[in-house]
């Protein structure tokens, strides 16, 4: 059994406009010192998915249905249909986050100090002086210099990628299972995003923790993860070892996600390709493949094939991909 | 901690010269005014040349208009003559002038009137925030609920109702109506005569001030907390695990202070400057009962000095509130 495991999760908005299906069936398992990627473009379900389980999401107008698994000390918990004050709980213990934009996550009227200090102290039964020993040591495990002085400074006192030390030193207060990465350093200038990837890594393994990183960077994913999870519409459409997704991608929305990054490996000659048109709306998603409307090798496909949802299958030991190209009604190659 | 001295004393500096403009300005309109403020002194109906005459040498009327804001600026400072030998007249500093109408020194009337106003705006501001805050904290947590609809109901009746209808239905029904009322109809009676009767007498204003501006802040409060409920501070909030009571109480309450704690001071400096409606309906001898017999005897020396110090009163709460601003926000700290 995994540390987490998402089965057939849902996520549903009410909107004036109709009912949106942010996420519309996803399952994946992630297990103890692991690295799961979760990789899309923006709507493709990526964050709301890792949202909806940690019960950030507006519960008036949300709906949620699967099950999300949870190993802890007491046993395996299910998240979904928790009520609040048990997953509250969870939430910043078991399982912690961080977020894109750490000038505004963390609270302008207050020190560094005091938002490490309030991490620590909700979970624990412990003195404000332990609670204040244990920040000093994770704002030095994170890189931060003079970490006693910092406690006593404000989050715009910090620059860019500090903040998102202090955010990882406080996510990580608790010790977590779990730490979701929700575009970690989407914010941050490429000098520093390298910089906090390469802690994240350090602390991982410190840390023996699993790590659900969301990104919509394939370049971010390559160092960092063990394996990748492409998400397009509210589905996983590709699910592999990271090795195997640059090498071998299956699925031509995955190949269009790669073909739109520069890579060191190719030649300095090739342009960068778009994947053509919009990523589809999810209040009108019908029942065909999401991706046949951008797809270019739909043509391989016999008439009215792409009108059926493809299933996710496993074309090789540990490749998932969800294509009609690779199923065996299919055209088949 | 160096660079708020720093703050604060330019802060001061700079109301200072704000003061002195405003009272500058305020000046020289009432100086353009197509009155003549000699023959005000003597009653509307008085043409008798020689008082006038003798009234504009003796108020300074005759003097140049520098010479006349000179006189009126340093006689706020030291006090002021008002004529020569034995029917000269001398208001203490800081003085206003005199005003020939009510045969007094303005800065006594003023002292008069000013500590009326405030207990009718401190009542009512405590009332209103309790009411507002309250109420707003309710309507948003309750959002889309019976209690948020109740509390939109109110707010649309307490800013719909002018404040001189509350205060008439107020008397009618709890004053007149009411046999054996403990609410006194003859109007304002000073704490120092007496606290319980004084009590009394406020205790409806209060109500009729305070039943609009809460509803005014319950829309208000209801708005900010919805509106800080959305940032990221406080997704990271709930995502450590913390409570809905800390997250409100510490998290999202800590942000919303600056903004209702700056319409605060604005609405109560507005107040302290007379709150005319209410002191008329309930005939309380404020500021604001003060300005407006003023206004109707055009009164000249009572209207400049009403309307420099509502002004000063707005200038000074700024200022107050933009060093609260620098501890209440850290950011304003550099």
Known sequence: ?333 | MNGLVTYITRRLGLTVLILLAVSFAVYVIFSLLPYDPAALTCGKSCNDPGIIAANRVRLGYDKPFWVQYWLFLSGLFVGRNFGTGAAAIFCPAPAFGYSFQQHACVTSLLGDALPVTIYLAVGALVLWLIVGVGLGIVSAKFKGKIWDTLSTAFVLVGTSLPTFLTGLMLIIFLVIKWDGSPFPSDGYTAPEEDFGQFLLSMVLPWITLAFAYAAIYTRFVRSQILEISTEDYIRTAKAKGLSDGVILGKHTLRAALAPIVTMAGLDFAGLLGGAILTEAVFNLPGMGRLSLTAVVDIDLPVIVATTIVAAAIVVVMNMILDIAYAFIDPRVRV
């Open chain 1, 1 to 333: 059994m995994s540390l987490l495991s998402v089965r057939d999760l849902r996520v549903e908005f009410k909107t004036p406009d109709g009912i949106v299906k942010a996420v519309a069936g996803v399952s994946f398992d992630i297990n103890e010192g692991e690295t799961v990627a979760i990789v899309g473009e923006s709507g493709s379900g990526k964050s709301v998915s890792n949202l909806a389980y940690m019960g950030l999401l507006p519960a008036s107008r949300t709906t949620i249905t699967g099950s999300v698994i949870l190993k802890t000390d007491e046993g395996e918990v299910d998240l979904i249909g928790m009520d609040n004050d048990r997953l509250r709980k969870i939430r910043g213990k078991d399982i912690a986050m961080i977020f894109q934009d750490p000038m505004s996550a963390l609270h302008p009227f207050y020190t560094i100090g005091d938002q490490l200090i309030e991490a620590h102290q909700v979970h624990n039964s412990v003195d404000k002086s332990a609670s204040r020993k244990r920040a000093i040591e994770l704002l030095s495990l994170v890189g931060v210099a003079n970490p006693e002085e910092r406690l006593a400074a404000y989050p715009h006192q910090f620059s860019g990628g500090m903040r998102q030390r202090v955010m990882i030193a406080m996510a990580l207060m608790n010790n977590p299972k779990v730490l979701i990465a929700d575009e970690p350093t989407t914010a941050l200038d490429v000098t520093v995003q390298a910089q906090i990837l390469a802690l994240l890594r350090d602390l991982q393994k410190q840390f023996k923790m699993a790590v659900i990183l969301i990104t919509h960077d394939l370049g971010v994913v390559a160092g960092a993860a063990d394996r990748v999870n492409v998400m397009y519409g509210g589905r996983l459409v590709e699910s592999t070892g990271v090795n195997e997704l640059y090498k071998n991608p299956l699925m031509p929305y995955t190949v269009g996600l790669l073909d739109s990054i520069p890579r060191m490996d190719q030649g300095h000659g090739k342009r960068l390709r778009a994947i053509p048109g919009q990523p589809p709306s999810l209040i009108k998603l019908g029942e065909g493949c999401a991706f046949a409307a951008r797809c270019e090798r739909k043509s391989e496909l016999p008439e009215g094939r792409c009108d059926v949802s493809p299933e996710l299958n496993e074309v090789k030991a540990g490749h998932l991909v969800r294509c009609h190209l690779y199923d065996s009604k299919g055209a088949a190659k």
